[in-house]
């Protein structure tokens, strides 16, 4: 069983930078997606990126392209959200997850149960 915990999140001023690490425990399968949503109270869950693990292949939201980076820690099953340059629009809980397959900049449930994190908060104040 797969298991999730983050952590990086915290304060920080408008164009300042984060790094938020998602550590993974447990067997995966050889192919699947890594990825990072955010959530503001009384919004819907918002995928920010996503990684394929076999290819590094990444997918980002329009509102973070360019400014934030997901990528593996070296080989292993662990991943990092690089985040630059950030905006108080950014302000957010951050979740990683884990599922079979990506589908734009979050992930596919097609491929069955997705393995959430409990969040990280990311607060960027002006």
């Known amino acids: 069983q797969v298991a999730l915990v983050e952590s990086g999140g915290g304060s920080v001023q408008a164009g300042g930078s984060l790094t938020l690490s998602c550590k993974v425990s447990?067997?995966?399968?050889?192919?699947?997606?890594m990825a990072w949503y955010r959530q503001v109270p009384g919004q819907e869950r918002e995928a920010v990126a996503s990684?394929?693990?076999?290819?590094?292949?990444?997918y980002y939201a329009d509102s973070v392209k360019g400014r934030f980076t997901i990528s593996r820690v070296n080989t292993n099953k662990d991943f990092i959200l690089q985040m630059d340059s950030l905006k108080r629009e950014d302000t957010a809980m951050y979740y990683c997850v884990t599922a079979r397959f990506c589908l734009a900049a979050g992930i596919s449930v097609s491929g069955g149960t997705p393995t959430w994190g409990q969040g990280t908060q990311v607060t960027v104040t002006s």
């Open positions: 990684l394929i693990s076999n290819s590094g292949t990444t």
């Open positions: 447990g067997v995966t399968p050889p192919l699947y997606c």
